[in-house]
Structure formats: structure tokens, C-alpha cells
């Protein structure tokens, strides 16, 4: 157990970081969904769109230290891949 003023503060902070990272990273899950549907059903349009705004959000998972800079670069190049073959 925490004793010290510090270490309860750093419970403290790490319990609201770890709701908000949580919810930013399904958020970034829910777009990389949406997505992988418009694959599925064969609408380049709507997986293009899809992707469109699905990049800003992963980027902004890489500026607040919730995704690897890797992994996200990783993902996004696979799911252009995707979008691409739709053709």
C-alpha cells in the first residue's frame, strides 16, 4: 500500500490516465472496424472514407503515448493494402 504523499498522487493520476488511455484506444479500435467492415462488404468508397479518417485518430494514438509508433505504421499499411486490392 502506498504510504507516502507521492505514491497515493501517482494512484491517483494512474487510474484517470488509465480510463482515458482505455477510452482512446478503442476509439482508435472502433475506426480500424470500420474499416476492415467496408473491406469485407467491397466499398472502396466507404473504406477509402473509412480510412481516411481512421489515420488521424492513429496518429493522435502515436502523439499520446498509447500506440508504438511501429505498431501503428504496421496497421495502417495493411489496411491500405486492403483498401487498395479493393479495386
Same mark, same amino acid.
Given at each position: 500500500?502506498?504510504?507516502?504523499?507521492?505514491?497515493?498522487?501517482? @494512484?491517483?493520476?494512474? =487510474?484517470?490516465?488509465? +480510463?482515458?488511455?482505455?477510452?482512446?484506444?478503442?476509439?482508435?479500435?472502433?475506426?480500424?472496424?470500420k %474499416? =476492415?467492415? *467496408?473491406?469485407?462488404?467491397?466499398?472502396?468508397?466507404?473504406? =477509402? *472514407?473509412?480510412?481516411?479518417?481512421?489515420?488521424? +485518430?492513429?496518429?493522435?494514438? @502515436?502523439?499520446?503515448?498509447v500506440?508504438?509508433?511501429?505498431? %501503428?505504421?504496421?496497421?495502417?499499411?495493411?489496411?491500405?493494402?486492403? %483498401?487498395?486490392?479493393?479495386?
Amino acid at each position: 500500500m502506498a504510504n507516502t504523499p507521492q505514491a497515493k498522487k501517482r @494512484i491517483r493520476r494512474n =487510474e484517470r490516465r488509465n +480510463e482515458i488511455n482505455g477510452a482512446r484506444t478503442s476509439r482508435i479500435r472502433t475506426f480500424v472496424k470500420k %474499416v =476492415e467492415a *467496408a473491406c469485407v462488404t467491397g466499398d472502396k468508397a466507404a473504406a =477509402e *472514407a473509412a480510412l481516411a479518417a481512421a489515420q488521424p +485518430e492513429m496518429a493522435r494514438g @502515436i502523439s499520446k503515448g498509447v500506440l508504438h509508433k511501429n505498431t %501503428v505504421a504496421r496497421k495502417f499499411s495493411r489496411l491500405t493494402k486492403r %483498401v487498395a486490392a479493393l479495386g
